[in-house]
């Protein structure tokens, strides 16, 4: 993917490292050789990869690419960045360790002080235990089967340089004022400020403008140009914000998640209006590439066709995706519910099996080991990646909600770890235990109900959230990994499968909005693996939903009105 990482914090320069790089598995301290071709970004196991090993704990992943930089593109100083790297890596450039990094799933830059003006050798050394209780891991496992998938091993999201003046703005933290139809940005910076310009644009046209203020923050109104977004109308204005000699490039949208009474119930509002969330379970993995889009069009693709069958949003479900995504997103209008990549030590199997049936009572600020999370370097870790997180999305505009912990997970101080996660970003909902073990905190009552009748009562202070449900199968022949059928309900042909997820919505979902259902999150966007509970075949060849049904079915799922009315 050779398409700018990261489009809510551009600059001109960009130099992309994806493509061959030399590639190698060893032992520890043995001597790295590098006898295959490796298609950065994609993990070793994939197809894509060129390579499609299969590595343990015990093996070091080496990756070596040389490369010169461009006459004219040095400027002062250089940055390399690694958007997501799985698990424990260390960065070499011309054989001078430059950095250490621990956790797959959050990006990391580095000063490339050692640079030499013809050709460089970089070098990334791997290692990862996928069972290890202390990093996230989602949904790999290194035995797959079931709702669990082959691991991701090595660099697995994109590798670039940007080259950047000394003094540079170190981040931007965009915050909607919706209620007063202002914006606040604020700019961290690396320097002394001397001078600074903010320009928002909506359309092309330049609506305001002026410099930083004390503490790097400006606040700007748009009340004579007010544009709200919503999927229905997702409109986005365009920033720019110039200090001394760094330009950084972004841009924001005018919403305001929130939970208000509508009709004697809780209930999920968007720009202060009560909003039903339709959406599905996405993944966010490919046949032939993993965890990793095999290009900037399949992005597209998915949520497009989400949007053709008429659902206004997406839970992305225990995986932080690269930033072209949450853009496209924005871009497209999907709502997003963004989970907390899980981790810890496999929850207790009886405990996972009956709790789907059994509501347990478990206090997770002291059964740390029942659910998994017995390692205290485990606990920080996550509380580390959850700050991380937030930091990293933070001015995507669709994320409306964090999911904190689903089905217990690696669950742990929910009711502590809530609250720190509303005070990290006070401008979205918190759903804290997607599923089960509820320790009654957070803004959803938030159920995952599969093969029994969808039914559950209003709590009288939380919005009721069917954050899973239904997971019916379907084998498509020459389209899966599979021909077993997977304990999720089956149908043996499309026709059935429509018909059953027609009675399925009509019947049991959309009754539930008059008793306070706010939020419906249907299992799933594609096939996985050994999963066929898709919408879509796992190489997307086939869609097995008709769209214009699903999208007959979606209109039945709202309050009344739409976020723009």
């Known amino acids: 993917m050779a398409e700018y990482p990261t489009p ?32 950065v970004p994609f993990a070793v196991e994939t197809f894509l990869s060129g390579v499609g090993l299969r590595v343990t704990k015990d093996d070091v992943l080496h990756y070596r690419r040389k490369f010169t930089l461009p006459e004219g593109f040095r400027k002062q100083r ?37 640079l030499n003006e013809g050709e460089n050798t970089l070098r990334v050394e791997v290692t990862d235990d996928t069972s290890s209780p202390v990093y996230p891991r989602g949904k790999q496992k290194d035995n797959p089967s079931g709702i669990w998938y ?29 209620d007063e139809k202002k914006v606040q940005i604020r700019a ?47 409109v986005l204005y365009d920033l720019k914000v110039k200090v001394n000699d760094d330009e950084v490039k972004s841009y924001f949208a005018m919403r305001k998640f929130s939970m208000i009474e509508h009709n004697g119930h809780h209930v999920f ?31 597209q693709t998915d949520l497009r066709m989400l949007k053709d069958m008429g659902f206004n949003m997406v839970r992305k479900h225990i995986k932080i995706e690269p930033m072209r ?55 920080q870790f996550f509380e580390d990646e959850m700050i991380g997180v937030v930091e990293r999305l933070y001015n995507v505009p669709c994320i409306a909600i964090w999911t904190l912990f689903n089905e217990g997970w690696g669950q742990f101080d929910s009711v502590r770890l809530c609250e720190k996660l509303k005070g990290l970003d006070h401008t979205r909902l918190v759903d804290a235990t997607s599923g089960w073990f509820d320790q009654g905190v957070g803004d959803f009552n938030s159920r995952h109900i599969y093969m029994t009748k969808i039914r559950f009562k209003d709590d009288g202070h939380r919005i009721m959230s069917l954050s899973e449900f239904g997971a019916y199968s379907h084998i498509v022949p020459r389209h899966c990994n599979t021909k077993k059928k997977t304990f999720y309900r089956y149908f043996k042909t499309k026709e059935s499968l429509n018909d059953a997820l027609f009675a399925l919505y009509t019947k049991q979902v959309v009754p539930m909005v008059a008793q306070g259902l706010s939020v419906a999150v249907l299992t799933q966007l594609s096939d996985v693996e050994q999963e066929t509970n898709g919408l879509v075949t796992y190489d997307r060849k086939v869609i097995k939903v008709d769209i214009n049904r699903m999208k007959e079915v979606n209109r039945l799922l709202t309050f009344g009105g739409t976020a723009d009315d």
């Open 78 to 114: 250089v940055l390399l960045h690694f958007e997501a790297v799985d698990q424990i890596c260390d960065v070499f450039l011309n054989d001078v360790h430059i950095a250490h990094h621990e956790g797959g799933y959050l990006p990391f830059a580095v000063d490339c002080l050692e």
């Open 150 to 178: 082959t691991p991701t091993s090595g660099i697995w999201q994109s590798v670039w340089l940007e080259s950047i003046p000394n003094q540079v703005i170190q981040k931007l933290e965009i915050t909607p004022l919706f």
């Open 8 to 39: 809510q914090f551009s600059r001109e320069s960009y130099l992309s490292l994806n493509g061959e790089w030399e590639f190698g598995v060893s032992k520890p301290d043995v001597v790295a050789t590098y006898p295959y071709a490796i298609n």
């Open 269 to 299: 509002a968007l720009n202060n209006k009560p909003y039903f969330l339709t959406g599905v379970l996405d993944q966010g993995y490919y046949q032939d590439s993993g965890l990793t889009q095999p290009s900037d069009l399949a992005i």
């Open 325 to 379: 995504w949450y853009y496209h997103c924005d871009k497209l209008g999907l709502i997003v519910i963004q989970d907390m990549v899980s981790g810890g030590n496999p929850v207790k199997l009886g405990l996972f099996l009956s709790a789907p049936f059994i509501r347990w009572k478990i206090n997770d600020a002291k059964r740390y080991a029942l659910l998994g999370r017995d390692s205290p370097r485990g606990r």
């Open 188 to 234: 961290q910076f690396e320097g002394k400020i001397t001078e600074s310009e903010v320009e928002i644009s909506l359309f092309g046209q330049k609506i305001a403008s002026g410099p930083l203020g004390p503490n790097a923050t400006a606040t700007f109104s748009l009340a004579s140009t007010f544009r709200t977004w919503s999927p229905e109308s997702p």
